[in-house]
């Protein structure tokens, strides 16, 4: 069994990585696809569609929960965060599954961002077309992410729009 080295919050933030920058949990690495072109697709997609409802919306944020930083697909809050690393939950996080992501690893990101007080927390599969919500009732798929004080609504194909085939 391999043993994870510990690494400090400093070491971590000055790490250039060759791939897609992991999550640093309790001191230690948790890897992370590199995002392929079609992640980034949606991932630039839901930012613009929650940008559209007077949100501000960021790719790749590091969020500096309890536990480390985590690196969200898309964090959006009512204002511009006002640290590059921000310390309070967006009202928003989208996490995009690939097909090689471990879906219980995106599951667990998801509880975490509720623990934190994350208020919507989303997840999408793009190959099943898959919109799931993360909220106190825990893990259940839906039609739609809905913000209803923002009359925003988002559907699988809102996320895929534009996509090439």
């Not at 992370?32 to 501000?56: F, N, V, Y």
């Not at 790719?59 to 697909?73: C, K, S, Y």
Request: proline fraction near 7%; charge should be negative; hydrophobic fraction near 40%.
């Amino acid at each position: 069994m391999a043993v994870a080295t510990k690494i400090s919050r400093e070491e971590y933030l000055a790490t250039e990585f060759d791939r897609a920058c992991p999550d640093w949990i309790d001191g230690e690495l948790l890897e992370r696809d590199a995002p392929r072109p079609s992640h980034q697709w949606i991932e630039i997609t839901g930012g613009k569609l929650l940008s559209a409802c007077g949100l501000c919306s960021l790719n790749e944020l590091h969020l500096d929960m309890p536990d480390g930083l985590r690196v969200a697909d898309v964090a959006a809050y009512r204002e511009w965060p006002r640290d590059d690393y921000p310390d309070h939950p967006p009202l928003v996080t989208l996490e995009i599954a690939s097909d090689s992501n471990r879906w219980n690893d995106t599951v667990d990101k998801a509880a975490a961002h509720w623990d934190w007080g994350v208020r919507h927390v989303w997840l999408f599969q793009p190959h099943r077309r898959a919109l799931y919500v993360f909220d106190q009732a825990g893990l259940h798929q839906v039609q739609v992410f809905e913000i209803p004080e923002l009359n925003l609504r988002i559907t699988a194909a809102d996320l895929l729009a534009g996509l090439p085939n």
